[in-house]
Nanobody, 125 residues
Framework: QVQLVESGGGSAQAGGSLRLSCAFS????????IGWFRQAPGKEREGVAAILYGGGDTYYADSVKGRFTISQDNGKNTVYLQMNSLKPEDTATYYC??????????????????WGQGTQVTVSS
């Protein structure tokens, strides 16, 4: 039902910045939870940030607070993840995901039923 496409990944030096975009379509509910996740090779997928699209509340993992900002553009059905002060530990494939508001499970993979294909972020030291 819901389709998501990530873009904006690439390479950056430690301390640099990147902005990821998640364009989504096919949703039928007015309020949608959009989450950003990341997964490095051999590691579990982990929640990074989330936003209630159509509501405005935001959530962040402790590891990115103060460095990453999630935002929305209602007119474009797009969610952004602005990543500043990048660290090598941020290297991963980044995915966006969507579902109805999920009762506080914003950081859990099982809280989302719709996923994009991912975009690669590489941070060099």
């Amino acid at each position: 039902q819901v389709q998501l496409v990530e873009s904006g990944g690439g390479s950056a030096q430690a301390g640099g910045s990147l902005r990821l975009s998640c364009a989504f379509s096919g949703h039928t509910y007015s309020t949608v939870c959009i989450g950003w996740f990341r997964q490095a090779p051999g590691k579990e997928r982990e929640g990074v940030a989330a936003i209630l699209y159509g509501g405005g509340d935001t959530y962040y993992a402790d590891s990115v607070k103060g460095r990453f900002t999630i935002s929305q553009d209602n007119g474009k059905n797009t969610v952004y993840l602005q990543m500043n002060s990048l660290k090598p530990e941020d290297t991963a494939t980044y995915y966006c995901a969507a579902d109805r508001p999920n009762g506080g499970r914003w950081s859990e993979v099982q809280g989302y039923n719709y996923w994009g294909q991912g975009t690669q972020v590489t941070v060099s030291s």
